[in-house]
Nanobody, 125 residues
Framework: QVQLIEYGGGLVQAGGSLRLSCEVS????????MGWFRQAPGKEREFVAA????????RYAVSVKGRFTISRDNAKQTTYLQMNNLRPEDTAVYYC??????????????????WGKGTLVTVSS
Protein backbone atom coordinates (compact mmCIF):
# COMPACT_ATOMS: atom_id res chain seq x y z
CA GLN A 1 0.00 0.00 0.00
CA VAL A 2 1.44 3.33 -1.07
CA GLN A 3 1.60 5.96 1.64
CA LEU A 4 2.02 9.67 1.02
CA ILE A 5 3.56 11.83 3.73
CA GLU A 6 3.29 15.61 3.51
CA TYR A 7 5.67 18.10 5.13
CA GLY A 8 6.06 21.84 5.24
CA GLY A 9 2.75 23.31 6.32
CA GLY A 10 2.61 26.14 8.80
CA LEU A 11 1.72 29.75 9.46
CA VAL A 12 2.88 32.48 7.13
CA GLN A 13 1.97 36.11 6.54
CA ALA A 14 0.27 37.22 3.36
CA GLY A 15 2.82 37.72 0.62
CA GLY A 16 5.11 35.10 2.07
CA SER A 17 6.19 31.70 0.77
CA LEU A 18 6.08 28.07 1.83
CA ARG A 19 7.24 24.85 0.23
CA LEU A 20 5.30 21.66 0.76
CA SER A 21 6.90 18.27 0.24
CA CYS A 22 5.30 14.90 -0.30
CA GLU A 23 7.24 11.67 0.08
CA VAL A 24 6.06 8.35 -1.32
CA SER A 25 6.63 5.59 1.20
CA UNK A 26 7.86 2.94 -1.19
CA UNK A 27 9.04 2.40 -4.71
CA UNK A 28 6.27 0.43 -6.36
CA UNK A 29 7.83 0.55 -9.79
CA UNK A 30 4.73 2.31 -11.10
CA UNK A 31 4.74 5.67 -12.81
CA UNK A 32 2.46 7.92 -10.78
CA UNK A 33 1.15 11.32 -11.60
CA MET A 34 1.43 13.39 -8.43
CA GLY A 35 -0.79 16.24 -7.40
CA TRP A 36 -2.03 18.54 -4.69
CA PHE A 37 -5.54 19.33 -3.53
CA ARG A 38 -6.71 21.61 -0.77
CA GLN A 39 -9.74 22.08 1.40
CA ALA A 40 -10.48 25.35 3.14
CA PRO A 41 -12.75 25.53 6.19
CA GLY A 42 -16.37 25.22 5.14
CA LYS A 43 -15.50 24.67 1.50
CA GLU A 44 -15.25 21.73 -0.86
CA ARG A 45 -11.95 20.11 -1.63
CA GLU A 46 -10.41 21.51 -4.81
CA PHE A 47 -7.65 20.69 -7.27
CA VAL A 48 -4.48 22.77 -6.95
CA ALA A 49 -1.77 21.30 -9.19
CA ALA A 50 -0.58 18.13 -10.89
CA UNK A 51 2.62 16.87 -12.50
CA UNK A 52 3.17 13.91 -14.79
CA UNK A 53 5.66 11.14 -14.08
CA UNK A 54 8.47 12.65 -16.14
CA UNK A 55 7.61 16.17 -15.05
CA UNK A 56 6.99 17.27 -18.61
CA UNK A 57 3.33 18.13 -18.04
CA UNK A 58 2.00 20.33 -15.26
CA ARG A 59 -1.47 21.72 -14.61
CA TYR A 60 -2.65 24.36 -12.17
CA ALA A 61 -5.87 25.72 -10.85
CA VAL A 62 -6.56 29.21 -12.14
CA SER A 63 -6.45 30.58 -8.60
CA VAL A 64 -2.82 29.55 -8.07
CA LYS A 65 -1.32 29.80 -11.55
CA GLY A 66 1.69 32.06 -11.57
CA ARG A 67 2.13 31.83 -7.80
CA PHE A 68 2.50 28.08 -7.16
CA THR A 69 4.96 25.68 -8.81
CA ILE A 70 4.78 21.90 -8.65
CA SER A 71 7.91 19.83 -9.21
CA ARG A 72 9.21 16.37 -8.45
CA ASP A 73 12.40 14.43 -7.85
CA ASN A 74 11.75 10.80 -8.74
CA ALA A 75 15.09 9.66 -7.35
CA LYS A 76 13.94 10.92 -3.94
CA GLN A 77 10.33 9.87 -4.53
CA THR A 78 9.34 13.37 -3.50
CA THR A 79 7.00 15.96 -4.98
CA TYR A 80 7.08 19.63 -4.07
CA LEU A 81 4.66 22.52 -4.12
CA GLN A 82 6.38 25.90 -3.96
CA MET A 83 3.85 28.51 -2.91
CA ASN A 84 4.73 32.17 -3.35
CA ASN A 85 2.82 35.38 -2.79
CA LEU A 86 0.44 33.57 -0.47
CA ARG A 87 -2.96 35.04 0.25
CA PRO A 88 -5.35 34.52 3.18
CA GLU A 89 -7.66 32.63 0.80
CA ASP A 90 -4.91 30.03 0.33
CA THR A 91 -5.49 28.92 3.92
CA ALA A 92 -6.45 25.27 3.78
CA VAL A 93 -5.40 21.72 4.48
CA TYR A 94 -3.26 20.64 1.54
CA TYR A 95 -3.35 17.02 0.43
CA CYS A 96 -0.83 15.18 -1.71
CA UNK A 97 -2.22 12.61 -4.15
CA UNK A 98 -0.92 9.93 -6.47
CA UNK A 99 -2.58 8.20 -9.40
CA UNK A 100 -1.40 6.49 -12.55
CA UNK A 101 -3.57 8.76 -14.71
CA UNK A 102 -2.98 12.52 -15.04
CA UNK A 103 -6.54 13.20 -16.16
CA UNK A 104 -7.98 11.47 -13.12
CA UNK A 105 -5.99 13.76 -10.85
CA UNK A 106 -7.10 16.86 -12.74
CA UNK A 107 -10.74 16.00 -13.42
CA UNK A 108 -11.91 13.18 -11.13
CA UNK A 109 -10.68 13.53 -7.57
CA UNK A 110 -13.05 10.80 -6.40
CA UNK A 111 -11.15 8.38 -8.61
CA UNK A 112 -7.69 9.21 -7.30
CA UNK A 113 -5.91 6.15 -5.91
CA UNK A 114 -3.83 7.53 -3.03
CA TRP A 115 -4.15 10.46 -0.64
CA GLY A 116 -1.93 11.81 2.09
CA LYS A 117 -3.33 12.84 5.45
CA GLY A 118 -2.87 16.52 4.74
CA THR A 119 -0.86 19.43 6.10
CA LEU A 120 -2.32 22.72 7.27
CA VAL A 121 -1.30 25.99 5.67
CA THR A 122 -2.48 29.16 7.37
CA VAL A 123 -1.95 32.56 5.77
CA SER A 124 -2.52 35.54 8.01
CA SER A 125 -3.52 38.95 6.68
Amino acid sequence: QVQLIEYGGGLVQAGGSLRLSCEVSENTGRSYTMGWFRQAPGKEREFVAAISWHGTTTRYAVSVKGRFTISRDNAKQTTYLQMNNLRPEDTAVYYCVADEDLHTVILDQNGVDYWGKGTLVTVSS
